[in-house]
């Protein structure tokens, strides 16, 4: 059977979800939008239900892009994810507002259960329920009180999604219900006026309140966390801890990961009969994967803190104290999930502003969130910055090098607010922004929540970021093994013979063959294509080639210089690669990699869109390609011109 | 004499009157704010906006643009605890 889970935002309705399905949920898509559908499997007695999480909304009618899927598949019975049963959540320690989409789904008819969740906050406050006095209120539909939370009540929900009767319902609460058109303002505001009126009627039968004069807990809380000082102070610190945890902390999974997959490529390249299928296996695919399983633990870790202060409700009150901040700037108070997000990877940024409303503060976001510095420009960033900042200290304590990294970050952050304010003047639209958030009671994070929302994330970056990297890769790869003609195995020849006059070891000589192959291939002709357009920046061909092939992802360039220098790559601290790169010299004698292009570089990649996995992504969520293109457009000048003018100024 | 909402201080208890026609009125509407109904300004973020109140048990923020569209009557002997 086809079961609906339906509620408003913050009633546990994922609780519930996770109490029913356990483990067994998959993501999915609606037929026709890219909304995420979220769906789990239970069986009872024999057979077998499907679940489907709805986004949480307070009324059918939507207000975002998320919500819209309700309205969609509710008002027609013939939508393939038409529900032949609905399970309604309702916060009881609220019911009034929560009743209102319950009435909503009650009078399409659907057979439908009540579940009252948070029963055990509900008694704190002093309220009590009636429930057979409220079940007859609705004829035909069932009652259920839960604290899921805590697992409690699951066995009475259970129990009544196998005893009631999947007829249609032949009741209304509302006896003029009719789904109204989403353009139709007055018919939506006579049925909020009268549908309200009815749920009052009702409460003031069922439900008693003891009332009690204490000040929520909540309410003390918000004294300090909402505090213009303290606030601040409390989310900057919040911050702080993250960060540290991303970036310190996921180092060590992470040159884990690094190293599991170099060891293996290399040993594939061994143990596999030589030929082209070997090579594209140990060679495209295998450090592909790679290149996208390494992002795990940072991706990992950033979405268990903010799934942790989301579960705690922390959350909904830093969208409170930054939403006017952001606003001046295009951006939204929600922005600052999805740009947080973004330092991690852009991917799971683009796809958190769905819970963004208003359409022109979205897409902002979405236009921006790719400047903030994401994992993947790290590698790149640590490369340059060992090559040509010196290791110094300045004003007596701060590391030069250190100082240079936070900069880059910071430049990435200002440029994505600078560009938000400046998109704000240029995309118009009719619609006012607005914000409407509730504001959750503080609650303990359950663990089986978070780890749940944790594994979905990854499961979402590893699909979505994993298919565009790996196609990339193979791509790539096959530019870079192919050449026109002969002129490949020519230069090859003549490489090898002179790695033999050169009496170099087998190992060297076998680098420089690669190294001179790769200069000759498709991908090397387009580097040199490349160069009279990337000369006034400071770079050669071969870091041209660089810049192609992390397209696929921004840390290949640091694995396709190795290859054009010939060097072996020898994992975190590149020593091999500075090396080589410090001696690489231009025509006239002067170094390739000095200190003007080397910054050149360094900005170059805070602002270029080098990233085809995030481009696929903003298409998605965006659902044209003009805004991806537009995105690839101004962060490719940004980059150019900033990279132009660094150069110009250093050297 | 009604009021905006934005308008309201803190701690300060009021009824709902009418909200000004605009897209976002249904939406107002559904999240409780009906004629009629008490509310209390609980708290305003740093900057003085957005604000938090308190519907009927649970705490709604409002950028001040949202509260300005709804009118909002003085509660008789409403008293402050804020």
């Given at each position: 059977?086809?079961?609906?889970?339906?509620?408003?935002?913050?009633?546990?309705?994922?609780?519930?979800?996770?109490?029913?399905?356990?483990?067994?949920?998959?993501?999915?898509?609606?037929?026709?939008?890219?909304?995420?559908?979220?769906?789990?499997?239970?069986?009872?007695?024999?057979?077998?239900?499907?679940?489907?999480?709805?986004?949480?909304?307070?009324?059918?009618?939507?207000?975002?892009?998320?919500?819209?899927?309700?309205?969609?598949?509710?008002?027609?019975?013939?939508?393939?994810?038409?529900?032949?049963?609905?399970?309604?959540?309702?916060?009881?320690s609220n019911?009034?507002?929560?009743?209102?989409?319950?009435?909503?789904?009650?009078?399409?008819?659907?057979?439908?259960?009540?579940?009252?969740?948070?029963?055990d906050l509900a008694k704190k406050n002093g309220k009590s329920?009636?429930?057979?006095?409220?079940?007859?209120?609705?004829?035909?539909?069932?009652?259920?009180?839960?604290?899921?939370?805590?697992?409690?009540?699951?066995?009475?929900?259970?129990?009544?999604?196998?005893?009631?009767?999947?007829?249609?319902?032949?009741?209304?609460?509302?006896?003029?219900?009719?789904?109204?058109?989403?353009?139709?303002?007055?018919?939506?505001?006579?049925?909020?006026?009268?549908?309200?009126?009815?749920?009052?009627?009702?409460?003031?039968?069922?439900?008693t309140t003891s009332s009690t004069k204490s000040e929520p807990t909540s309410n003390k809380l918000d004294r300090?966390?909402?505090?213009?000082?303290?606030?601040?102070?409390?989310?900057?610190?919040?911050?702080?801890?993250?960060?540290?945890?991303?970036?310190?902390?996921?180092?060590?999974?992470?040159?884990?990961?690094?190293?599991?997959?170099?060891?293996?490529?290399?040993?594939?390249?061994?143990?596999?009969?030589?030929?082209?299928?070997?090579?594209?296996?140990?060679?495209?695919?295998?450090?592909?994967?790679?290149?996208?399983?390494?992002?795990?633990?940072?991706?990992?870790?950033?979405?268990?803190?903010?799934?942790?202060?989301?579960?705690?409700?922390?959350?909904?009150?830093?969208?409170?104290?930054?939403?006017?901040?952001?606003?001046?700037?295009?951006?939204?108070?929600?922005?600052?999930?999805?740009?947080?997000?973004?330092?991690?990877?852009?991917?799971?940024?683009?796809?958190?502003?769905?819970?963004?409303?208003?359409?022109?503060?979205?897409?902002?976001?979405?236009?921006?969130?790719?400047?903030?510095?994401?994992?993947?420009?790290?590698?790149?960033?640590?490369?340059?910055?060992?090559?040509?900042?010196?290791?110094?200290?300045?004003?007596?304590?701060?590391?030069?090098?250190?100082?240079?990294?936070?900069?880059?970050?910071?430049?990435?952050?200002?440029?994505?607010?600078?560009?938000?304010?400046?998109?704000?003047?240029?995309?118009?639209?009719?619609?006012?922004?607005?914000?409407?958030?509730?504001?959750?009671s503080y609650?303990?994070?359950?663990?089986?929540?978070?780890?749940?929302?944790?594994?979905?994330?990854?499961?979402?970056?590893?699909?979505?970021?994993?298919?565009?990297?790996?196609?990339?890769?193979?791509?790539?790869?096959?530019?870079?093994?192919?050449?026109?003609?002969?002129?490949?195995?020519?230069?090859?020849?003549?490489?090898?013979?002179?790695?033999?006059?050169?009496?170099?070891?087998?190992?060297?000589?076998?680098?420089?063959?690669?190294?001179?192959?790769?200069?000759?291939?498709?991908?090397?002709?387009?580097?040199?294509?490349?160069?009279?357009?990337?000369?006034?920046?400071?770079?050669?061909?071969?870091?041209?080639?660089?810049?192609?092939?992390?397209?696929?992802?921004?840390?290949?360039?640091?694995?396709?210089?190795?290859?054009?220098?010939?060097?072996?790559?020898?994992?975190?601290?590149?020593?091999?690669?500075?090396?080589?790169?410090?001696?690489?010299?231009?025509?006239?004698?002067?170094?390739?990699?000095?200190?003007?292009?080397?910054?050149?570089?360094?900005?170059?990649?805070?602002?270029?869109?080098?990233?085809?996995?995030?481009?696929?992504?903003?298409?998605?969520?965006?659902?044209?390609?003009?805004?991806?293109?537009?995105?690839?457009?101004?962060?490719?000048?940004?980059?150019?011109?900033?990279?132009?003018?660094?150069?110009?100024?250093?050297? | 004499?009604?009021?905006?909402?934005?308008?309201?201080?803190?701690g300060?208890l009021?009824?709902?009157?009418?909200?000004?026609?605009?897209?976002?009125?249904?939406?107002?509407?559904?999240?409780?704010?009906?004629?009629?109904?008490?509310?209390r300004?609980l708290f305003?973020?740093?900057?003085?906006?957005?604000?938090?109140?308190d519907?009927h048990g649970y705490v709604?923020?409002?950028?001040?643009?949202?509260?300005?569209?709804?009118?909002?009557?003085?509660?008789?002997?409403?008293e402050v605890f804020a």
């Amino acid at each position: 059977m086809k079961i609906a889970l339906l509620g408003n935002p913050n009633t546990g309705k994922s609780s519930v979800f996770n109490m029913l399905t356990g483990l067994r949920q998959q993501v999915g898509n609606f037929p026709g939008v890219t909304v995420d559908k979220k769906f789990g499997v239970f069986n009872l007695s024999n057979e077998e239900h499907t679940l489907i999480d709805f986004p949480g909304t307070y009324s059918i009618y939507p207000r975002s892009k998320d919500e819209q899927v309700v309205y969609d598949v509710l008002k027609n019975d013939k939508h393939p994810d038409y529900p032949e049963l609905a399970i309604v959540v309702a916060d009881e320690s609220n019911l009034e507002r929560n009743l209102f989409l319950f009435t909503q789904v009650y009078d399409l008819q659907i057979p439908v259960i009540l579940v009252l969740n948070m029963a055990d906050l509900a008694k704190k406050n002093g309220k009590s329920i009636n429930i057979p006095a409220l079940e007859e209120a609705f004829p035909g539909a069932k009652i259920v009180e839960t604290t899921a939370r805590v697992g409690m009540g699951k066995e009475r929900l259970l129990q009544a999604i196998q005893s009631i009767s999947k007829e249609k319902l032949t009741e209304r609460f509302y006896a003029n219900a009719r789904i109204c058109d989403l353009d139709d303002s007055k018919g939506q505001e006579t049925e909020a006026t009268e549908r309200y009126g009815l749920i009052n009627t009702i409460l003031n039968r069922v439900q008693t309140t003891s009332s009690t004069k204490s000040e929520p807990t909540s309410n003390k809380l918000d004294r300090i966390l909402v505090h213009p000082i303290f606030g601040y102070l409390i989310f900057g610190a919040i911050l702080m801890i993250i960060f540290q945890f991303i970036f310190a902390f996921a180092a060590y999974p992470m040159d884990f990961i690094d190293g599991v997959f170099a060891d293996f490529s290399a040993w594939l390249s061994q143990e596999l009969p030589t030929g082209l299928f070997s090579d594209l296996i140990s060679q495209g695919i295998v450090p592909g994967i790679g290149g996208v399983l390494v992002f795990i633990p940072q991706i990992a870790l950033l979405f268990f803190f903010i799934a942790l202060l989301e579960e705690s409700g922390y959350l909904a009150r830093v969208v409170f104290i930054m939403d006017r901040i952001m606003r001046p700037l295009g951006l939204n108070g929600k922005s600052v999930v999805p740009l947080l997000s973004s330092v991690a990877c852009a991917i799971p940024g683009v796809m958190a502003t769905r819970t963004i409303s208003d359409w022109k503060e979205r897409m902002i976001t979405i236009l921006v969130a790719p400047l903030m510095s994401c994992s993947a420009r790290i590698p790149v960033y640590t490369l340059l910055i060992a090559l040509v900042i010196p290791k110094q200290t300045v004003f007596g304590f701060l590391n030069l090098q250190g100082l240079v990294l936070f900069g880059l970050y910071t430049l990435g952050l200002v440029a994505a607010l600078l560009i938000a304010a400046l998109l704000k003047l240029l995309i118009k639209t009719r619609e006012k922004g607005f914000l409407l958030l509730e504001l959750p009671s503080y609650k303990s994070p359950r663990w089986g929540n978070v780890g749940i929302t944790v594994w979905e994330k990854v499961k979402v970056f590893v699909w979505d970021a994993g298919k565009v990297i790996l196609a990339i890769s193979i791509i790539l790869w096959a530019l870079a093994t192919f050449g026109p003609g002969d002129r490949m195995e020519k230069a090859a020849l003549s490489a090898k013979n002179h790695a033999k006059e050169l009496k170099l070891s087998n190992e060297d000589s076998e680098r420089f063959v690669a190294s001179t192959k790769l200069e000759n291939s498709y991908i090397g002709i387009m580097g040199k294509g490349l160069e009279p357009v990337i000369k006034p920046l400071g770079y050669d061909w071969k870091i041209g080639i660089s810049l192609i092939t992390s397209f696929a992802a921004r840390e290949v360039f640091v694995g396709s210089l190795a290859t054009i220098y010939a060097v072996q790559e020898d994992g975190g601290e590149n020593k091999r690669l500075i090396d080589r790169m410090r001696s690489e010299k231009r025509a006239d004698g002067t170094p390739v990699y000095s200190l003007a292009s080397g910054a050149s570089l360094m900005v170059f990649y805070v602002f270029a869109m080098q990233c085809m996995a995030t481009l696929a992504v903003v298409k998605r969520e965006t659902k044209s390609w003009k805004w991806p293109l537009i995105q690839m457009g101004f962060m490719g000048a940004l980059a150019y011109l900033g990279a132009f003018i660094t150069y110009l100024i250093l050297s | 004499m009604s009021k905006a909402l934005s308008s309201i201080k803190p701690g300060q208890l009021v009824t709902v009157c009418c909200i000004q026609d605009s897209e976002l009125k249904p939406k107002l509407m559904e999240m409780g704010l009906i004629a009629g109904k008490e509310v209390r300004v609980l708290f305003r973020a740093p900057f003085g906006d957005p604000i938090a109140i308190d519907v009927h048990g649970y705490v709604l923020s409002l950028r001040l643009d949202e509260a300005g569209l709804i009118q909002v009557n003085e509660s008789i002997g409403s008293e402050v605890f804020a």
